[in-house]
Every structure is written in C-alpha cells, then in structure tokens.
C-alpha cells in the first residue's frame, strides 16, 4: 500500500491507521469522480489545459456552456453554500479582529520576515512535488532557493534568492502533482476554516502536511501542528488583508465568484503557469494604495 | 548617388516607414495602447482626482474606453443562450449595468495602482482574435491584467479581461447562472443595480 511507506508511526498508531484508511477511500473517490468527469469534458489525458481565451461560439451548446468553459463541478453546493457562510462569520467575528490585532503590534517588515519563514521552512514539500512532476527545473530553484535563503537569508527570514539571485518562487503541492499526473478534481469542497478546495487538492494537502518539517520536529503533537498552521495562516493574511472582502465587493454571488476562481487558480497551476505560487506578498500599504 | 538613385531611396524608406507604423497601429497591442493611455492620462489628472470627482472622472474615462472595448459583446457572452430570450430593452438595460459593473471592477483596479504606467509583455493572436499580456507595476507585485481582443472590421476591440488570473466573463457567467437559477432576469437586474450602487 503506498500510503503505509510513510512513517506514520509517531503521529500515534491510532491516528495513522485512521488517516491511512481515509486517505484511501478520498483517493479512490476522487479518482472515480475524476474519471467520470474526464468522459465528459475534452481534456487530454495526462495534464489540465486552460481554456482558450480565444474560443468562439458565445451562445454555447444546450448546457449553456459558453466557449469550452464548464460549470465547477459542485454536487454538494448546499453543505459548501453553509460552510462559505461559516467561513464568512468565521472571518468578520474571529479572522479579522485578529488580522487587525496583529498587524497593528508586528510591522510590516517582520511580518513579510515570518512569511518568508513559513514559505522556507515548506521547501521539501515542494521539493519532492516538483520531482515528482518531472519538473527539475523547478525543483533545482526549489533547493537553491532553500540552501540560500536558510544561509544567506538567516533561515529562512529574508527572500534573499528572489532579491539578490533572481530565483523566483516555485509552487508545488501534491494537489498539483496529482492534477499533473491525470488525476481530477472531483468534486469542488468548501471546508469549514481550511476554505476552498476539491477532493484531489484535500488528498494532496493531508499528504503535505506529512512532509512538513514542523510535523516531524514535535512529535505529531496536534496542538503544536494547529498552532503552527494558523499562526502561517494569520501571518499570510496580514499580508493580503483585503483579499477576500475584495472578492466580496466585486460579486454578486461570492460562493460562485470564489469556486471559479479557485478553479482556475488550480488550472493553471497545473498547466504549468509560474504567476500563481502562493507565496505571501503584500499587496496594499495602509493607505490601501498598492504599492 | 544621383538624383534616380536618391529619389529611389528616399521613396523605400517612406514606404518602409510607412508599412511599419501601420503594422503597429493596426496590431491589437498598437490599437489597445491609445485607449489604456487614455485612461491612464485621466487617472493622473490632477483635476480629476479624488472621490468627489469621482462621477466626471468615469465618465470621462469610459468615453475614451468606449472606443477600445465592445461591451454588447460581452454582456452576449456572459449571458450565454439567456441573452437570445431577451427583448431589445432588456438586452439594453443589462448592458448598461453590467458596463457599470465592469467599470467598478476595471477601473476601480486601475485607480487603486495611481496611474502607473502600463507594460505590454506579449501578443498572441489566433485568427479574428487576439490576447495582450500586460502588467500594470507595482513596488512589490504588479496587477496582471490580460486583454482578449476579436478583430472587428479591422478594428480590435476587447471582449474578455483576466485580471489577476480570474476571466472575468467566466467568473461573472457562473455567478449569473447561479443567479438565474433561483431568481429571473429582472431579479438578476435588481441584483446588478444594487451591486453598482455599493461602488458609490
């Protein structure tokens, strides 16, 4: 069994054979669904095409799809529809107080020092998914970038490979590995906290978070692990403040407006397209001008 | 070199001259360059600025952005098959809002950045159509803004934006198909109008 080669034993023997068990049982739903899907839709087997821009026909076939473009596949949209709602209150009543808080005590300049922390210390993980993607290229900045900003850039705290060597990040997560090899997304998730994601994106995320240093170095204690997780999650934010009350702003329908983009925000990554890596930059000064 | 030679000269470098300031012009890029440009010059007017000259800075703007984007196109191509089933007021009404709502988006984007100058990476063009990659700088990271063009009668109109990786025809569509499932058109109106006046 594949996922037994990995050393689960100090996550608690308890916890690594659940885990294991629902590993297993997403994978295989999510290969089934992905299959399905791929019988309907034109993709070539073996990686995920954009659409193309260029497509014609606005008027589209008796779908009502327009230009290739599919409807996110959503057949739990209600449970999502409550989650998006939860996730909401959850932002205005805990995430943005706190985001506010914490932006006020910590200045900018180590706030963007811990994201570049939290983005180092991430580095295996994207390490072996560009390996595992074939991509080499990737994979060789992924480790020259490690060697010197854990070095040069004193552990990680400055992006010193981005600002004196050129080396711009490169993303890699399992979700995409998994996309790069063929697999499908399934069906799109909104989960409670984590946000949006699909059945093939949770099976690559619970496989990262076993290749997270930080998991290794504190003995599975899951305290520790959720502590780490949202302190990068809070830090991330307060880099991007404004991120999802602009979405809120520009759609009329925020639940669609954040499935779509999620969506394409994956397909592109798996097609191959540099720009979207995840890694916290800060959009706005305090004005609200872009900088 | 007499006076043949000479004139035979000076006649290819006009021509010369000539065909490659009408290849630029009639580029996507090169007809899509003057309309940004436009839009930008107004932004970083000084007699505009300011939420108080907020309204005659729009319409100043979307005068000059008229020119350069086809907005019956895409209110067609975010409606779909439902645009078919509309009367020519209907049709009317819906792309006046949803130009307003483009104009919130778009622009509003574009203020934000201050008016910095645009820059054209790339163009691709397939056929009748055609993609502009530009960036609009910013000190730690710029907003990418993708331009998707249909030549109309020689002149290239934009139909599509991708501003920051998100299509926003494909975006709008979904969250208009959503809608309509639960609501009909005049409640999508209502929807659109109410989305426009939160912009003031």
Redesign the interface.
């Known amino acids: 069994m594949f996922f037994g080669r990995f050393p689960l034993q100090e996550f608690g023997n308890l916890n690594g054979f659940v885990i294991k068990r629902i590993l297993l049982v997403f994978s295989l739903i999510c290969l089934v669904t992905g299959g399905a899907q791929y019988c309907s839709a034109a993709t070539e087997a073996g990686s995920m095409e954009e659409?193309d821009?260029?497509d014609?026909d606005?008027?589209?076939d008796e779908g009502?799809n327009?230009?290739g473009?599919e409807?996110?596949f959503d057949p739990l949209e209600p449970m999502n529809r409550f989650f998006f709602e939860f996730n909401d209150n959850l932002y205005y009543l805990i995430l943005k107080p706190v985001n506010r808080f914490y932006s006020i005590v910590v200045p900018r300049e180590f706030r963007t020092c811990f994201g570049n922390f939290f983005y180092n210390l991430a580095s295996p993980i994207r390490l072996v998914n560009n390996l595992l993607q074939g991509d080499f290229v990737d994979a060789g900045a992924v480790l020259s970038r490690f060697v010197i900003n854990s070095t040069l850039g004193v552990y990680g705290f400055g992006d010193v490979a981005s600002q004196e060597f050129g080396l711009k990040p490169r993303p890699g997560d399992l979700g995409q590995t998994l996309g790069v090899w063929g697999v499908g997304e399934g069906a799109y998730l909104c989960l409670p906290v984590f946000g949006p994601s699909n059945l093939r994106d949770i099976v690559g995320f619970a496989g990262d978070s076993y290749m997270h240093p930080v998991g290794h170095f504190n003995d599975g204690n899951m305290v520790a692990n959720i502590a780490f997780y949202t302190g990068r999650q809070v830090n991330n934010l307060s880099l991007n403040p404004n991120v999802y009350e602009e979405l809120k702003?520009?759609?009329?329908?925020p639940?669609?407006?954040m499935?779509?983009?999620y969506f394409?925000?994956r397909v592109?990554l798996i097609s191959g397209d540099q720009?979207?890596d995840g890694h916290p930059?800060?959009?706005m000064d305090q004005e609200?001008?872009?900088? | 070199m007499n006076n043949r030679q000479r004139i035979t000269v000076l006649t290819c470098a006009i021509v010369f001259s000539l065909v490659s300031v009408v290849w630029a012009v009639t580029s996507p890029t090169g007809q899509l360059k003057p309309t940004l440009q436009s839009i930008i010059d107004v932004i970083i007017d000084d007699s505009f600025k300011g939420e108080g000259r907020k309204n005659v800075r729009r319409q100043k703007i979307m005068a000059h952005v008229d020119k350069g984007f086809d907005f019956e196109e895409m209110s067609k191509r975010v409606l779909g098959r439902t645009w078919l089933d509309l009367s020519a007021v209907d049709q009317g009404r819906f792309i006046e809002q949803f130009t307003k709502l483009l104009e919130n988006v778009y622009i509003g984007k574009l203020e934000a950045y201050g008016g910095e100058q645009i820059q054209y990476l790339d163009e691709k063009i397939k056929g009748d159509r055609a993609m502009v990659t530009t960036i609009v700088p910013g000190q730690t990271k710029g907003l990418p803004v993708n331009y998707i063009m249909i030549d109309k009668g020689g002149d290239w109109m934009v139909y599509d934006l991708k501003i920051e990786g998100i299509g926003l025809i494909k975006n709008y569509r979904e969250q208009f198909k959503s809608i309509l499932k639960r609501n009909d058109f005049q409640g999508l109106i209502k929807e659109l109008e109410k989305k426009n006046k939160s912009f003031q």
């Open positions: 659409p821009w260029l014609d606005p008027f589209g009502g327009v230009g473009a409807t996110v702003s520009y759609a009329l329908d639940y669609v407006s499935r779509e983009a394409d925000y592109k720009a979207a930059q800060p959009l609200g001008k872009y900088e």
